[in-house]
């Protein structure tokens, strides 16, 4: 069963670093990307980065390009989130979610995530001071 676990959320100050781990569980990154997401309470699920796991090839939405990278461990079989420099505003419940690929390379964020992913049940980050 593909299966996307999210950890890592807390509660941190602005300005803080937090990573997030998606680990993929029923499942090789090799024949998926992995995506991102997140919902602040009355907000819209909004993307954020996709990663091609067969090669790494990253994509970014314009919201967070610069402070947030997407990276993976093989070998752990896990995704990351890297999350720089928080704001209050960041503050949202993070998703994984994982699509079967169908390409090796993708011209942008919505193509890579295109499609019905498996989601993860998500993790909650508070940026507050």
């Known amino acids: 069963q593909v299966q996307p676990v999210e950890s890592g959320g807390g509660l941190v100050q602005p300005g803080d670093s937090l990573r997030l781990s998606c680990a993929a569980s029923g499942f090789s990154l090799k024949y998926y990307t992995i995506g991102w997401f997140r919902q602040a309470p009355g907000n819209e699920r909004e993307g954020l980065a996709c990663?091609?796991?067969?090669?790494?090839?990253?994509y970014y939405t314009d919201s967070v390009k610069g402070r947030f990278t997407i990276s993976q461990d093989t070998a752990e079989n896990t995704v990351y989130l890297q999350m720089n420099n928080l704001k209050p505003e960041d503050t949202a419940v993070y998703y994984c979610?994982?699509?079967?690929?169908?390409?090796?390379?993708?011209?942008?964020?919505?193509?890579?995530?295109?499609?019905?992913?498996?989601w993860g049940k998500g993790t909650l980050v508070t940026v507050s001071s």
């Open positions: 990663i091609v796991g067969f090669n790494e090839n990253t």
């Open positions: 979610a994982a699509k079967t690929r169908n390409r090796l390379s993708y011209n942008d964020y919505n193509e890579c995530m295109s499609g019905k992913p498996f």
